[in-house]
């Protein structure tokens, strides 16, 4: 299948104090059209500032200081740069192209709005030759994909539960049919089952309206499970990128290695790294040569002076000194 986005050597920085903070450090990969990737890591790795600065939705002090966006159009047409359109120019495409469904997905309706009249409103606006009546018929229709009942449509925000409207604000980012939609994680227990359901709702979406998924989260079991690809990060890097399988059955840097062992096997979030000790580097200065050598229990001499770079193995993508070129 075609691609979808290219994201090359992309760094994102947050300029505070006399140390930026490197959130995102030449990261690249590629998605293609209908993917599901899954971006995992220990809190303060990066993913979250990567799925923000994906859709360019992010505010100072982060900013995007290198990289490219590449964004390849539907129609066949040239790739279009994210990282250099104008705030106009990304405002067309959020939700036809881009949608973001963030933590606080709920809080994106407009809470004195029937619900069915905001997604009457998106879709007109998108389709401007869509009768009323045709668009109050498919916001009831894209309710009923996740699981609200087509009355609801009728009903304000409030009149919904805290599942209801996060699932419902789901539907209205996927409504105009976007190309990238792009998840976080929640931050509580509560709201990582509710992410689980929520999560299994837009990948089935994803089977019918074929729109890319790129999702964050610290629970490798949920990415491994739905995902069909994942990128591991740590200290703003990938460090390694495969597919779920690979990554379960056979990964190859030591950080995922510890990453898959802290799991216990039943369906649980992410409490502690007992396959890791140690804590994540301080972004403002991270550790020389492999930014994980502090707590890697394969390290051997060079790994704290040189930088290991992503590169193939076996399929993969690993940044580790353990695989030498050629290797
Ligand atoms: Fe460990 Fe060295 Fe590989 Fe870094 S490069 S993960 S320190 S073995
Ligand atoms: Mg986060």
Redesign the pocket.
Known sequence: SGVVLEVRGLDVEYATGDDPVRACVDVSFTLHRGEILGVAGESGSGKSTLITALTRLQRPPAVTSAGQLLYHPRDGGPPVDLVTLSGRELRRLRWTTLSIVLQSAMDALNPVMRVGAQFVDALRTHDRRLDKRAAWERAAELLGMVGVSADRARAYPHELSGGMRQRASIALALACRPDLVVMDEPTTAVDVVMQRQTLAQVLRLRRELGFAVVFVTHDLSLLLELADRVAIMYAGRI?ELGTSASLYEEPR???TRGLRDSFPPLRAPLRRLTGISGSPPDLRRPPS?????PR?????DG??ERL?VLRDVGGNDV????YPEGS
Do not use: I, S
């Open positions: 460090v840097h030591p950080y040569g492999c930014p994980f050598h890697c229990g394969q390290r051997f790994c704290d290991p940044a580790c000194h353990l």
